[in-house]
Nanobody
């Protein structure tokens, strides 16, 4: 079991910035991939950014150059710095942890979600 607690969502005007945090209940080195997904009403959940336990980061094309994923391993926490926000970024953002144990069966864990709303 991995518990994920998110914070940092809010309302911001276009062009503004927010930083999301996701605190995991165990060492993120024990989590194969952590990342952020988002879901707007009526849409499928989409990948925003991921980071592997080794530190390799990937971004969705829609956020490249604007969002930065980082981590503080001592705090078991990953962050998503969101800059130059656009109305299209409005969604519920979910932290995700993917664990692939020795059995080889992947397990997904999700944070509770945090609302990001970008106006104008």
């Amino acid at each position: 079991q991995v518990q994920l607690v998110e914070s940092g969502g809010g309302l911001v005007q276009a062009g503004g910035s927010l930083r999301l945090s996701c605190a995991a209940s165990r060492s993120i080195f024990s989590i194969n991939v952590m990342g952020w997904y988002r879901q707007a009403p009526g849409t499928q959940r989409e990948l925003v950014a991921t980071i592997t336990s080794g530190g390799n980061i990937n971004y969705a094309d829609s956020v490249k150059g604007r969002f930065t994923l980082s981590r503080d391993t001592a705090k078991n926490t990953v962050y998503l710095e969101m800059n130059n926000l656009k109305p299209g970024d409005t969604a519920v953002y979910y932290c995700n942890a993917r664990v692939i144990p020795g059995s080889g069966f992947p397990r997904n864990y999700w944070g509770q979600g945090t609302q990001v709303t970008v106006s104008s």
